[in-house]
């Protein structure tokens, strides 16, 4: 698996947009404007599990990409995200929301930068239903860890199919997310990150971490406390790949269709740092 290596790995979506801004990633994004914008409601539970999943995910369309963020429900009215139908990813880029913002800048990396020309491993996550496409996918997200048993991983972003992979390779794990709650083994889910990245080897964190702003302060303290992060994004899967080389060593990045979408196949891509041989 390779990362990009044809720029150096930015630390913050401002730097990172002050990138595209200065036309140093591709088309001046004053010329390009978003076509589509729509909001996905997912409800969902597996077959054999005892916890529903809700999701909410905004997404906007610029040339051929998709780009997404997800949001709390009724975060954004149906007509904010409407009203990004024709401006410019420019304008946007300012949005006063977050998720808006992540979304525009997701679809223009997107666009100039497809996954499908970007050196990364093309992974098939292949047809089947809910909880096959969900345990396949959260298997090859496990194999970014490289990490042996015992090892204890702080996940950001609670999906009990990761925490299934975790529990079978025999590492231990935190499981974090800001809505907390209990996990499908009923172990507590703590709601700070930060804290409880002392006691850990590893984060595993979600793309979710973009949108809600959690992301750069949960960055600075793992690279502080020399701690590796592998990200598993459908929010900003265009995004955290630039953070590649800057304190996370791997992304798995699953741009719109998700897999929860579509019961055929369906392909992730995933990026892991280079290392000195």
Not at 19 to 25: C, I, N, T, W
Request: net charge negative.
């Amino acid at each position: 698996m390779t990362a990009r290596t044809t720029h150096q790995p930015v630390s913050s979506v401002a730097d990172l947009v002050e990138l595209v801004r200065s036309g140093s990633v591709g088309p001046d994004p004053a010329s390009l404007m978003v076509s589509v914008g729509f909001t996905t409601s997912q409800g969902a539970r597996h077959a054999s599990r005892g916890q529903v999943y809700r999701n909410t995910v905004v997404s906007l369309r610029v040339e051929q990409a998709v780009g997404s963020c997800a949001v709390e429900p009724a975060e954004l009215a149906d007509t904010d995200v409407h009203d990004c139908v024709g401006a410019s990813v420019a304008d946007l880029l300012d949005h006063p929301s977050p998720a808006i913002r992540v979304a525009t800048l997701d679809a223009y990396l997107m666009s100039a930068r497809p996954h499908e020309h970007s050196g990364a491993r093309q992974v098939v996550i292949g047809a089947g239903n809910s909880l096959d496409k969900s345990m396949a996918r959260a298997s090859t997200v496990v194999d970014l860890l490289d990490a042996t048993p015992g090892r204890r991983v702080l996940v950001v972003g609670v999906v009990n199919s990761l925490l299934h992979h975790l529990r079978a390779r025999g590492l231990l794990y935190v499981p974090c997310d800001l809505k907390g709650g209990r996990t499908e083994w009923d172990e507590p889910v703590v709601t700070d990150a930060q804290s409880a990245l002392a006691d850990c080897d590893v984060v595993l964190a979600s793309g979710m971490t973009v949108g809600n702003g959690s992301f750069e302060p949960l960055l600075r303290e793992a690279v502080l406390a020399d701690r590796p992060v592998v990200l598993f994004a459908q929010t900003a899967s265009a995004i955290l790949p630039w953070f590649i080389g800057a304190g996370v060593s791997a992304v798995s990045a699953e741009p719109f269709p998700f897999f929860w979408l579509d019961g055929g196949p369906t392909t992730i891509y995933q990026y892991r740092e280079e290392r000195a041989s």
